[in-house]
């Protein structure tokens, strides 16, 4: 592997190729870098630091911890059985089965929150529970995938080996499938629990007066108390704390969790019909489907009914043009999403492919930009528009009032994502075929052509459907920054959810389906271009 | 091949999306020879008469976009993070409860309306330099379910200390103050009738005789409390003292009585501003909208679109408005400048206390 990436500097000029990450780097240095400097000045500048001294950040902090944990605990708990069927058991539609599980977290929060609200009764609505039921449901793919990668890797021989001693299955659980697993499952939960932690657009479709996580303090004291200054207190906190989470769960994490690094082999799986239990299996995949599919045919089935009534009324009207007193207009919606979309792809796909090549072939000076890339991500989304916001206000040329900010607040969402899926990609061309371009005559630009960018491409398709599905679901920082008028899919359905009114609910069903459906046909050219690696 | 088709629909994209720009840059830089739009920035519950407007379109040539915002709140806070560079032209629903957050932005251009002389003295005298024009009033207030009470045979509450009063334990629903311009004024009423100092105990008062705390207005009256959709089951509500005959003009099968009535000692003074945006391209057919806003041709349309009570003197108030509303002599106040003080502080106390 080392020796291969050594090689792949040789073809191309390493100075030259390092100046690619420059303008990635300069764009985050802008539109991540400047905001970032300027909340933390805001936060010693003025008595911003008051609400500290109140109750109110600590018992929000409480709430946005103990949920995430059960959140985590939860999505865990719904999540394993399934991912032991999937990676034990063979049977026709598994594929299909595993592509629906974990096809709930491509959804954006704003859709899975829509949905949750059409499902759980009224008594269950606007209380801790919805908000830690919605998170459980939308992390059981994270799960299924993080573990579900591992177990398929551990060798069934040693829990025959056990059985045959004489173990019963909880005994092998126990004392084999558990330890070795236990790696992915500290990742999984550190993954779950980050994203609860920074949970927004759920808290904020779910969650009671009181029941708001920082991330949603901090957009409802931007947004509509007005409270700027404490706002960047609490974004400061949160991304401190995030940091000191995120380091220590990659640096102490694996020394407590030790894991035994396991063979790649081939997955062993038994077909369902030989397992011991086949009903149990069967079960769990059965139950974990209704669980899965429960929320989105909830989306469906509101999309067509009206109060009590089945009606195409909320088609009709978000397709007939008719504006509805207090209704969105959709139209305008999707095509202002559509235009956002367009250009945090290009903004995104340009940049993010400079910047992978630049830390592919760029030698050390180049890979600056790749690890620059990660800080976006170690913010919220809340907090990166908040930045935006104190940043480029009238002294610079209120920038934050523009259109073009929310493509620019989306690209930088989206960058580390595209930087990190093409990295492997371009690393993983071989040199080989660059020397015969080379040898061939081809000149560095040609070779550039004909061979990396011909290698990527389907990888490069694959990015640039994952700029659009963050693009179009991108509810965090959208909800600060779109301008009255300019409302993108999932600002519009929240409106429309915070209002009364049959019709206007059955809209926001309406265009939740749409949206479901738009990220989910995005995501599948997402996972083609994956397959390509 | 298939890079130069990832080529060709790279570059198809750049020129939708700059198509799409300058779109959107011609349509607000069109020059005073073409029609002018004006976008008129409101909350959710600006809702005038249909073809309201064209009275106005005809006189002056200037059509009118309404764009609608969720609540004032937040119309409110992004008018002053867009201020210089707004959304929209003129800016109606900025109340005495968040003008001082407006004003601080520097969201307003000033002007003095050509009716001011007819509007009524108390709103005007809130804004001495003119930075916005008051155009309506109305009072957040306690609404009770008549029938509930008469049922049971026990006597409503008639006061806010009442709402503290065992007697009255469960049966009232709030919005929240943090996200709801009638919760905050209700919170504002707490503060005007016990200070500084007693707020907070009658508040922990309310905590202990189980208040509910709900996120919107819509989501108090509609969903707990029991007058109006009748499947809620908490009779005590905060609304507006408009609530009751806006009941009986909107109620299927018609009635002549409002099934809910208005606690009077318990109202709160809202008075709503319409003001010019600064940085709008059309200062000037801004102001005439404004005059339009309070002429009594408009001011006349209010009550039964908004329920509120115009500001013009020689508005007219309609019949259903006149038998079933309520105008206290005395609301409950707060000096705008206090408010701007204190806002943001009592929120979060109140969050400490009531959001545990």
Known sequence: ????RHRTTSNYPQGWSALAGLPGAAWLALFVGVPVVA??????????????????????????????????????????????????????MRRTVRAIVVSGFLLPSVVV??????MLPASLQRTWIAVVVAHAWFNVAVVVRVVGARWERIDTGLTDA???????????????????????????????????????????????????????????????????GAAAVLAVAQAVFLIVVATLSTTIGPRIVRGVALPRIAARRIGIGAARRPRIAKMIVAVTLVVVCAPLVTLVVGSLRVGSAWSLGGWRSVFGGETLRGSVDVIAAVSTSARVAVVALVIALVLGAC???????????????????????????????????????????????????VPIAHSLVALPLVVRLLVPVLRAVPAGLRDAAATLGASPWRTLRSIDLALT????????????????????????????????????????????????????????????????????????????? | MRIRLVMLVVTAAVVVAACGGSESATKTESGNAEPVTLTLLAHESFTPSEGIFDEFTADTGISVEIVRSTDAGTLVTKAALTAGAPEGDVLWGVDNTLLSRALEADVFEPYRSANAEFLDADALALVPNDEVTPVDT????????????ADRNVAPPTSLDDLADPRY????????????????????????????????????????????????????????????????????????????????????????????????????????????????KYPEQAKRLVDFLTSVTFQNDLPLTQFVYPVHRDATLPDVFVRHSLRPDTPLTLDPARIAAGRTQWLDTFSSVMLR
């Open chain 1, 1 to 4: 592997m080392t020796a291969v």
């Open chain 1, 113 to 118: 929150g829509t949905a949750f609200v059409g």
């Open chain 1, 39 to 92: 909340l933390v000045v805001r936060v010693v500048d003025t008595d911003s630091l008051r609400v500290l001294r109140t109750s109110v950040p600590w018992r929000i902090g409480w709430f946005t911890l103990w949920q995430a944990l059960l959140s985590a605990v939860t999505a865990l708990a719904v999540a394993l059985p399934v991912t032991w069927v999937l990676a034990r058991h063979d049977f026709r």
């Open chain 1, 457 to 533: 491409r389907r990888a490069l398709a694959g990015a640039g459907g994952l700029v659009v599905a963050v693009s179009v679901g991108e509810f965090g920082a959208s909800s600060l920054l779109t301008r009255r008028g300019a409302e993108t899919i999932p600002v519009a359905i929240a409106r429309l959810m915070a209002r009364t009114g049959d019709v206007l609910r059955t809209q926001a069903f309406v265009m939740s389906t749409l949206l479901a459906v738009l990220c989910i046909a995005a995501m599948i050219l997402v996972e083609r271009g994956d397959a390509a690696r």
């Open chain 2, 169 to 280: 334990r469960s049966q009232l629903v709030v919005p929240n103050p943090l996200t709801s311009s009638p919760g905050l004024a209700f919170l504002l009423a707490s503060i005007a009738k016990y200070g500084d100092d007693g707020w907070t105990t009658w508040w922990e008062k309310l905590r202990d005789n189980d208040v509910l705390v709900v996120e919107s207005w819509s989501d108090a009256y509609y969903g707990p409390f029991s007058g109006a959709s009748g499947k809620g089951f908490r009779p005590l509500v905060v609304s507006y003292a408009s609530s009751p005959p806006a009941e009986v003009v909107f109620a299927d099968p018609p009635r002549d009585d409002a099934p809910t009535a208005v606690v009077v000692d318990t109202c709160f003074r809202q008075v709503e501003f319409a003001g010019v945006l600064r940085g709008t």
């Open chain 1, 355 to 405: 910047t992978a090549f630049a830390a592919v072939h760029g030698g050390h000076r180049g890979r600056i930009g790749d690890s620059l890339v990660l800080v976006p991500l170690a913010l919220s989304p809340v907090t990166v528009g908040l930045g935006i916001i104190v940043a480029f206000g009238p002294n610079a040329g209120n920038l934050r009032a523009s259109w073009w900010i």
């Open chain 1, 162 to 228: 056990a059985a045959l001693l004489g173990a019963a299955p909880l005994r092998r659980l126990r004392t084999v499938t558990l330890p070795l697993l236990a790696p992915a499952l500290a990742a999984a939960s550190a993954l779950v629990f980050l994203f609860c932690f920074t949970s927004y657009g759920i808290v904020r479709l779910l969650g009671g007066p009181g029941r708001v996580t920082i991330e949603s303090d901090i957009a409802l004291r931007a947004l509509q108390i007005g409270d700027v």
């Open chain 2, 138 to 149: 109305g009072d957040v207030c306690i609404n009770y379910d008549t029938a509930w009470y």
